[in-house]
């Protein structure tokens, strides 16, 4: 069982829309991290949320972390066709150490121009 | 970036052999971790090791072992490979900072037939 659920898994939208994934857990994490896949390549982080109720802003990438500190939302304003890729949250659940290291299930996002 | 390297590339195996992939760092980083990433399944942590020779079991261990003799070396052994453990392999590492990013290497292509 995965302990960090990603919502949607695939999604499709046109350039200029608004689109917003979530990642969700039933764990506790010290922090969350927000990584970018290209196709053959590893993942690329994008951002770390530290404290619960968190927002940072990233360019047209908001993510906030809930206050809860168990689930995460990245919100993309404006989708470009170079937003496409596979975008995958992370973290250690605090149950299982500081270094366990575990992603989401990864959401597949494709901006058509 | 950490200089990651992984070995081989890619492979193809049969069924009921030994495989061992190889990942070597240069940049003395404390923890190192072996995912694979199957589609729909973002990527799952197999083993992990937060120094030589000390390491744990991540969500999807069965059928694997690691070692790690020294701090740049961390292998990953499928002691008798199956076709459900066909999948890209990815090695990351990580520095004893908590919030800092996974460093991850290009990946490995098994294909076991």
């Known amino acids: 069982t995965q302990l960090l659920e990603q919502s949607p898994q695939f999604l499709s939208i046109q350039e200029g829309e608004n689109l917003t994934v979530y990642c969700n857990s039933s764990?506790?994490?010290?922090?969350l991290q927000w990584y970018r896949q290209e196709p053959g390549e590893g993942p690329v982080l994008l951002v770390t949320?530290?404290?619960?109720?968190e927002v940072k802003k990233l360019k047209r990438l908001t993510f906030q972390f809930g206050d809860a500190r168990k689930d995460s939302s990245l919100h993309i304003t404006a989708a470009q066709p170079g937003d496409t890729g596979l975008y995958l949250c992370a973290g250690a659940p605090t149950t299982s150490g500081t270094y366990k290291y575990i992603f989401g299930t990864g959401t597949r996002l494709k901006v058509l121009a | 970036d950490a200089g990651i390297t992984q070995s081989p590339r890619h492979k193809v195996t049969e069924t009921g052999t030994p495989v061992t992939l190889r990942c070597h760092q240069t940049?003395?980083?404390?923890?190192m971790y072996w995912y694979r990433q199957d589609p729909g399944h973002g990527l799952r942590l197999i083993h992990y090791?937060?120094?030589?020779?000390?390491?744990d079991k991540g969500e999807v261990s069965d059928g694997y072992s690691v070692s790690r003799s020294k701090t740049e070396d961390f292998l990953l052994t499928l002691e008798s490979a199956t076709s459900s453990q066909t999948s890209v392999y990815f090695c990351a590492t990580k520095t004893g900072t908590q919030n800092e990013k996974l460093f991850f290497g290009s990946g490995t292509q098994l294909s076991v037939l």
């Open positions: 949320v530290v404290t619960g109720g």
């Open positions: 940049e003395n980083h404390r923890y």
């Open positions: 764990s506790v994490f010290s922090s």
């Open positions: 090791s937060y120094g030589v020779k000390d390491t």
